[in-house]
């Protein structure tokens, strides 16, 4: 840190030393009331801030409500909320995504003022004869500001509400897809043990065979036995005796 920013933060702390407690709740109560999803509102800066000014504001806002200076109960979640803000807004990448919906917001805001100027003729010619520093000084205004918060809002809600749709739906396909896998791995458990339990038992089945064939009744010479049932005539059955041969 060079000794201009030393001296900058010097300069702070002796201010905020003076400052008075009222002050600082209300600081914490105004950082706390901001709408949770745009960086730019928790450290009050306008969308054009540089990321020099993220961290000037951070600096002096930090100091405002830090803990051990500011007594209000919710100072410790003032202080986390605007570390969050200045993170996102020196992520490259974030910064980027909110800034893209920031424009997306001028170029709605900016389609309804030239609908209205329509419709209202004067506004209209007075827009042709400044050559575009009508529309300019419009978007300087106040006015425009507090629309283009109000739209960056609503276009970051709306942004916000489909990707958690898209998580919700990426959650529920692996959930299914490892259900799916669980359901594979116990069919595939069972049919282990099944073919465990066949082979456990391969050789009790064979001995079985084995001790059955050993056992099975034997003809004797000269003896024939008997046929199955014929049933050439279906009103009588015909059955061949033992024959015995001298």
């Known amino acids: 840190m060079g000794e201009s920013a030393q001296d900058e933060d010097l300069l702070l702390k002796s201010f905020f030393a003076e400052v008075n407690e009222v002050e ?119 006015e425009f500001r507090r629309e283009l918060i109000l739209k960056v809002r609503e276009i970051l809600t709306e942004q916000e509400w489909r990707r958690r749709k898209m998580q919700m739906r990426i959650s529920e396909e692996e959930g299914r897809l490892k259900k799916d896998e669980e359901e594979s791995k116990e069919m595939w458990k069972r049919k282990r043990e099944h073919e465990e339990q066949w082979e456990g038992t391969r050789e009790q089945r064979v001995s079985s065979w084995r001790d059955f064939m050993k056992s099975g009744k034997k003809v004797k010479k000269g003896e024939t036995r008997p046929p199955k049932l014929k049933t050439e005539d279906p009103n009588k059955s015909y059955v061949q005796r033992p024959v015995k041969r001298g």
């Open 24 to 142: 600082r709740d209300n600081e914490v109560t105004r950082i706390l009331s901001c709408f949770k999803l745009n960086p730019f509102e928790y450290l009050n800066l306008p969308f054009d801030a540089s990321p020099e000014d993220v961290k000037k504001q951070y600096r002096k806002l930090s100091l405002l409500v830090h803990p051990d200076k500011c007594k209000h109960p919710q100072a410790k979640e003032a202080f986390g909320a605007l570390a969050k803000a200045q993170q996102l807004l020196l992520d490259q990448q974030e910064r980027d995504y909110i800034l893209t919906q920031v424009n997306a917001a001028k170029e709605e805001l900016r389609a309804k003022r030239k609908k209205q100027l329509k419709k209202d003729t004067a506004s209209k010619i007075k827009s042709l004869v400044d050559e575009g520093k009508y529309e300019q000084n419009y978007e300087r205004s106040e």
